[in-house]
């Protein structure tokens, strides 16, 4: 049976065009590993929030992996800093798509703190067990953005309560790792190192010509990139400024940077501010802005670049080191995180400090103007990303936490399930506790009164109910704690397969209890008839007959009574709508009147003696 795992992506959808500015390297993350979780026999959907009308509300992403879009705020675009207020809703949404499915889910995978908002809730109300991949820390964030930071000041207060709360967390490399660990107080055995990854069958080498070609770039000019999302923190004014230090000694050399808006009058403030820094570095035309690409055409970017650079102050992870590495292109990054984790210095490329352009440019015309080693390099650079950043591998690493987790705690499930019903059960105690004390007290005398005057009581039920009446007969012809007591005349009405069958195809199983009713009953017995519902026929059938003959009649019931309690003398309804738990009151019940009849009938022995001594005597 396919396991089903629910991806939760509040603004990072699959779907999305990347370069912009809340998609990047989520979104991929999210769609490879589905895809790749797909292939290895899980069923995952994917939830995001609506940013626009047209859409569906669920989309087939790849064979396996389902989007599904939740409404929350608006259905437009909204900046992930302003999502908090949403996220309320957002579960609220989820959990009814969730029911109105009927979706059994084994485990949910949070993405981002606010979804893991959202996974916290879940779990509370579904008991679906949760990981967390956090992408990007809110503690790191304000440590390198200051007040610049946007994002709710609770941030790092709730972030702290999901790792609490989760299973397991997934740090993406050591430096991730570190930051839960010092930053956040996470317990080691709660995390579990998994990188990022790329797709050989989406990165791989192109002939540098061919790839220029393919781009409409002139074939005598030198390239280096930067791509990834316009935002102030991947410090893509550092490499516009190392540029600018360079470009007069290598006159052929050309920076593209590819994502964002790169319209002549950009709404992006960033790729505004960008421009004019390359217009005040005098680098303007040696600075190319394409805005964003498609995925598909990405790989001609890496190829036709001699280095990929990225520094950013911070960067969890980065997943368009590995990209360039795959397509044979070696990197120069910032020397934090993830891009100190998956750049090997001197071997793939080269780790530089973050915001030291004047460093970051000799490094640059150091490589560039060294053919040997950027050759080199390439190579290393494919063979290491394909032996350990493939998305298949790192998808199997995910698998394989989730199957050290679900079995876990589906065994949790299970005992948190049981304590469920137990505490269901308690609490109808508790209520008939309250209600039926002396309605039980009142049938426990009438049935004295029926076998003191040597008269007997009938019992009957229905299924699970005939087995609690033949117990009750038991308990009473037999004994019930008082040992060597007389016999009662209690009898169960016959449910022997030999006699139903025979008088239901002469009668109907309707009439069957009413039969022996109308045989074996007479003025002044006692029916007592065990129903759940109080709406079975034979029940109802067999309580008429008896008032029809003048017997004492009572009924233990459940939920409203039903029918059959308009035809008692005396109704115990146990006060709930769960068939399980009115039996197992009815059961108690049972027991307290056996306790109350042995003790009452004893009672009464010495007192119908001396009646017997007094005939004599006369």
């Known amino acids: 049976m396919r396991k089903k795992i629910a991806f939760i992506s509040d603004h990072a959808s699959p779907l999305s065009t990347l370069g912009g500015v809340d998609s990047g390297g989520q979104n991929v993350y999210v769609a490879e590993v589905a895809r790749s979780l797909a292939t290895m026999g899980y069923f995952v959907d994917i939830y995001t929030r609506r940013e626009q009308t047209e859409i569906a509300e669920v989309v087939d992403f790849a064979p396996g992996v389902r989007v599904i879009h939740i409404t929350a705020g608006p259905p437009t675009p909204i900046p992930k800093e302003e999502l908090f207020i949403y996220m309320t809703e957002f579960s609220e949404q989820m959990i009814n798509f969730i029911d109105e499915e009927q979706l059994d889910y084994d485990l949910v995978h949070a993405h981002f703190w606010l979804s893991g908002m959202v996974a916290m ?23 390198h953005q200051g ?66 070609e393919t781009l409409g770039l002139a074939p005598h000019y030198q390239y280096v ?64 802005f394409t805005g964003n690409k498609e995925r598909e055409i990405l790989k001609y970017y890496y190829s036709a670049s001699d280095i990929f650079i990225t520094t950013p102050w911070y960067e969890p992870f980065g997943i368009t080191p590995l990209e360039a590495m795959a397509c044979g292109t070696p990197v120069i990054g910032s020397d934090v995180g993830g891009i100190a984790f998956t750049v090997r210095k001197n071997e793939t490329g080269k780790l530089v400090p973050p915001k030291r352009p004047e460093l970051l440019a000799k490094e640059m015309l150091s490589l560039l103007t060294n053919k040997n080693q950027l050759k080199t390099m390439s190579k290393q650079a494919i063979e290491y990303v394909r032996n350990t950043f493939t998305w298949k591998t790192v998808s199997e690493q995910i ?58 009581i009938l019992i009957c039920g229905n299924g699970g109910s005939a087995a609690e009446s033949q117990h009750f007969v038991a308990e009473l012809v037999g004994r019930f704690e008082i040992p060597k007591r007389a016999g009662y ?47 079975s026929p034979n029940i109802i059938h067999a309580l008429k007959e008896a008032n029809d003959k003048g017997m004492v009649t009572v009924n233990l019931l459940g939920k409203d009574g039903g029918k059959a309690a308009q035809y008692a003398d005396i109704n115990i309804v146990v006060p709930s709508e769960d068939t399980g738990r009115i039996q197992e009151v009815h059961l108690h019940i049972i027991h307290q009147l056996c306790w109350l009849v042995e003790n009452q009938m004893e009672e009464m022995v010495p007192a119908k003696q001396d009646k017997k001594i007094s005939k004599l005597i006369a």
């Open 489 to 535: 005349a209690v009898m169960s009405l016959n449910t022997d397969n030999a006699v139903l069958t025979a008088w239901a195809n002469d009668f109907g199983y309707d009439h069957v209890f009413q039969r022996q009713v109308q045989s074996l009953g007479n003025s002044g017995d006692m029916l007592i008839c065990l129903s759940t519902s109080g709406n």
């Open 147 to 212: 007040e610049a930071d946007k994002f709710p000041k609770q941030r790092e207060q709730i972030e702290q309560e999901i790792i609490w709360h989760a299973e397991k967390i997934i740090a993406e490399c050591p430096n991730d790792m570190k930051d839960l660990m010092e930053l956040y107080y996470a317990p080691q055995e709660k995390l579990e190192i998994i990188p990022c990854g790329f797709n050989p069958s989406d990165f791989y080498p192109i002939p540098k010509d061919e790839a220029k």
């Open 121 to 143: 809730d879940i779990k509370r109300q579904l008991n679906i067990p949760f990981v967390i991949t956090f992408h990007a820390l809110g503690a790191v964030r304000r440590i």
């Open 399 to 456: 698998g394989e936490l989730y199957e050290k987790i679900i079995p876990v705690c589906r065994d949790k499930k299970k005992l948190q399930h049981l304590k469920e019903y137990f505490h269901q059960a308690s609490q109808t105690f508790i209520k008939a506790a309250e209600v039926l004390p002396q309605q039980i007290a009142t049938v426990a005398e009438e049935m004295c009164q029926v076998l003191a005057t040597d008269r007997k």
């Open 225 to 288: 990139l930067q791509l990834g999302r316009i935002v102030p923190r991947k410090g893509i004014d550092n490499v516009i400024e190392a540029f600018a230090h360079i470009h007069q000694d290598m006159p052929l050399l050309r920076l593209l940077i590819v994502g964002g808006n790169a319209e002549e009058k950009p709404i992006d403030t960033e790729m505004e501010r960008l421009q004019n820094l390359c217009r005040e570095k005098g680098v303007e035309q040696q600075v190319m």
